[in-house]
């Protein structure tokens, strides 16, 4: 068994990733319903509504950073 | 590196010579013309030119053949057909549309009629056998009623049920023809007609029937034109390019004996261009120019890269173009983020298919530059669909990427440095046309903020914590750093005493630049995750044997597929974002005009 320390700890790096992720997902589903919008006005916008989309994916990626520097921390 | 060199060109022919010139320029496909405007020159006036005679005629027949390609269906079997003069083109098209239109019409005469009978017939079948002329009398009003079920009893001068659930009721005129839970029913379609209810309906129908056959042989006659389909569909780009040519005096100047061609040509077609016009055209100015459409030029494969830079915008004709650096960083990205042998093929082979079709050429190439490099990554990784152990042979990594992850986040970080100072020197090659020291001076100063967030990342300890640098900067570094670089912005954005301060406000964005980076490893970590979830998934079920053999195989073929199809949309993605986004963004401004030589149409 891991003692309760690690597993707060473990729980705090899944809240960093968790909150990013969710938080992406927001931001991508206005971006994602805006980008469709213009596709169906002008379907070259494609590239453009794609790329737009995964922007708001850095958020978990700075997610990802924070939760291993949590785990860092704690060894 | 830099967008293909054009030349200003002004081209001078007589007015009766125009629609040769027209020709010849659309045979070149070479020059890119420039629309007129309206000058005058001493008391001449430059007006613009006016379409040549046959433009009229080619725009209707244009039209009339796009209208019949959007009713008649393709032939099932179809034979090109023969080369025919344009004039022959044009007089055959208004004679099909001609017919056509009259087919048409007959057949919507008989459709209006067909609905007229039915309609007849549907009151008819209500009246029994009544006399149809008896309605009108002078003195009586004749009504139909539809009665509901638990309606009261009509009270009437006479009432006769002619159906289960209509009245034929007879008033005096000015008598209410209103009675309750009855609704009436209007006559008018047929009160013109005469005879008995029964006669006429033997009539009618008899009428029916001919009609119905008179449209199914209008129907018959009408999908009969889908012989010509296959000519209307060869003549529709011919019209659209001849047309084309037709009009092109649109975009001249012209006074009454001249005509005046402004436009650009690409140097290395000058001669060429040259050679073809002796005699006919004469070539008045050939300047160098700061200003000009921008066509890309750069050698296979990097070429395929330039969809990419199009995606995005074209750049300017002064700026640098950065597809050919951008066909060497895109393909390691992809790969170091992919980086899995199996994978590696299996993109490959796609690449291949996609390279054989014109229209996905690009994308061929670029995916054919990424599978390679994945190829590589992935024995630099030992990776084989996620596996170490290839039936049996054991691929030793050189660089573990699940264990050893410390230090590709570190690699991430030295890629992302690099490219973001490889954007930085670009940048201060494009703005040293502007003048030299502020460009130096403005990307030195995003040197210093860089190498100052690095010293805060350290400062703080994240570079510690990450395993990356394990040297904790002093925080008096870090400031200083930070703050040369805030008064070098400062100073490089200042025009005319003003101090700017867009530069500082920006300054956070080199941080969240650099930890961009950082997807090279997780979007890889992720792929390999998935890889080895569905492996171990699959032994599980190969170990149980018997019929689990089965699933397994399945289980192995749909997860790897989905995760190669995650994995090529992904690394893709974030390959192509770090470019737009952390690499475009310190050196590209973009906006160019596009290249379109005169004659050059899709599909000719």
């Given amino acids: 068994m891991v003692d309760i320390g690690t597993g707060l700890v473990a729980i705090g790096a899944a809240l960093a990733v968790a909150g990013t992720a969710i938080g992406a997902g927001i931001a991508e589903k206005e971006i994602g319903a805006a980008a469709v919008g213009a596709m169906a006005e002008k379907e070259e916008l494609f590239g453009k509504g794609l790329l737009l989309t995964v922007i708001p994916e850095t958020l978990v990626i700075f997610g990802l950073v924070v939760a291993i520097i949590i785990i860092g921390l704690a060894e | ?134 309605f009108s009398a002078r003195s009586v009003e004749t009504v139909l009623l539809k009665r509901n079920k638990d309606a009261p009893t009509i009270n009437a001068m006479r009432v006769k049920q002619t159906s289960p659930d209509t009245f034929l009721i007879t008033v005096k005129h000015g008598e209410p023809t209103e009675f309750p839970g009855c609704e009436r029913i209007d006559l008018t379609p047929i009160a013109h007609l005469k005879g008995s209810a029964t006669a006429l309906r033997k009539e009618l129908r008899m009428r029916h029937t ?57 140097k290395r077609e000058a001669h060429k261009v040259q050679e073809r016009l002796d005699g006919i055209m004469t070539l008045i100015d050939l300047a160098e120019v700061q200003d000009a459409p921008v066509a890309l030029h750069n050698p296979e494969p990097a070429s395929g890269f330039e969809a990419l830079i199009k995606l995005y915008t074209l750049p300017k004709y002064h700026e640098l173009d950065p597809t050919t650096l951008m066909a060497f960083t895109f393909p390691i990205f992809f790969g170091f983020m992919l980086g899995d042998i199996g994978y590696g093929f299996s993109v490959l082979t796609l690449a291949l298919i996609l390279h054989r079709y014109s229209v996905t050429r690009p994308f061929g190439s670029i995916l054919g530059l990424s599978a390679v490099a994945t190829i590589l990554f992935g024995v630099v990784y030992g990776e084989f669909f996620g596996a170490e152990q290839v039936l049996g042979f054991h691929l030793s990594p050189l660089l573990h990427r699940v264990e050893q992850f410390d230090i590709m986040f570190t690699i991430a970080l030295g890629i992302g440095l690099f490219h973001i100072n490889l954007g930085l020197i670009l940048g201060t090659i494009n703005r040293a046309r502007a003048g030299i020291m502020h460009a130096l001076a403005e990307k030195g100063s995003w040197l210093l903020v860089e190498l100052g967030m690095l010293a805060t990342a350290s400062a703080l300890g994240i570079l510690n914590a990450l395993t990356i640098i394990t040297y904790d900067a002093p925080w008096s570094v870090a400031i200083a750093l930070l703050a040369a670089g805030a008064i070098g912005l400062l100073w490089s954005e200042e025009e005319h005493g003003v101090l700017k301060a867009r530069g500082i406000i920006e300054m956070p964005m080199m941080f969240s630049n650099l930890m961009s980076y950082m997807r090279l490893v997780a979007v890889g970590l992720a792929s390999v995750y998935l890889a080895l979830v569905v492996n171990s998934m699959a032994s599980g079920m190969f170990d149980k044997g018997g019929l689990w053999l089965a699933f397994g195989i399945f289980v192995l073929l749909l997860g790897h597929a989905l995760n ?10 974030h390959s192509l974002r770090l470019h737009y986004v952390e690499f475009f963004t310190k050196f590209y401004e973009g906006g160019g005009k596009p290249y379109r030589p005169f004659g050059a149409m899709e599909g000719t």
């Fill in chain 2, 210 to 266: 001919v009609i119905l056959h008179g449209i199914d042989e209008q129907e018959q006659m009408l999908k009969s034109f889908s012989e010509h389909h296959q000519f209307l569909a060869e003549s529709e780009p011919l019209f659209t390019f001849e047309l084309l040519m037709a009009q092109a005096p649109l975009h001249f100047g012209a006074t009454e004996r001249i005509t005046l061609i402004r436009g650009f040509i690409p």
């Fill in chain 2, 564 to 573: 190669l199809a995650l994995g090529l949309l992904g690394p893709f993605l």
């Fill in chain 2, 1 to 134: 590196m830099r967008p293909e060199e054009m030349l200003q060109v002004t081209l001078l022919c007589r007015k009766q010579d125009a629609s040769q010139v027209v020709k010849i320029l659309a045979d070149l496909k070479a020059i890119h013309i420039t629309d007129h405007q309206k000058e005058s020159v001493g008391n001449a006036v430059i007006d613009i030119g006016k379409p040549f005679a046959q433009a009229e005629e080619l725009s209707a027949a244009l039209v009339a053949t796009r209208n019949l390609l959007s009713k008649i269906p393709a032939a099932e079997s179809s034979t090109p057909s023969a080369e025919s003069s344009l004039q022959h083109r044009v007089a055959r098209v208004r004679e099909i549309a001609l017919r056509y239109a009259e087919h048409e019409s007959i057949s919507s005469t008989l459709r209006q009629e067909l609905g007229q009978v039915e309609q007849q017939l549907d009151l008819l079948a209500l009246l029994d056998d009544e006399h149809i002329e008896s």
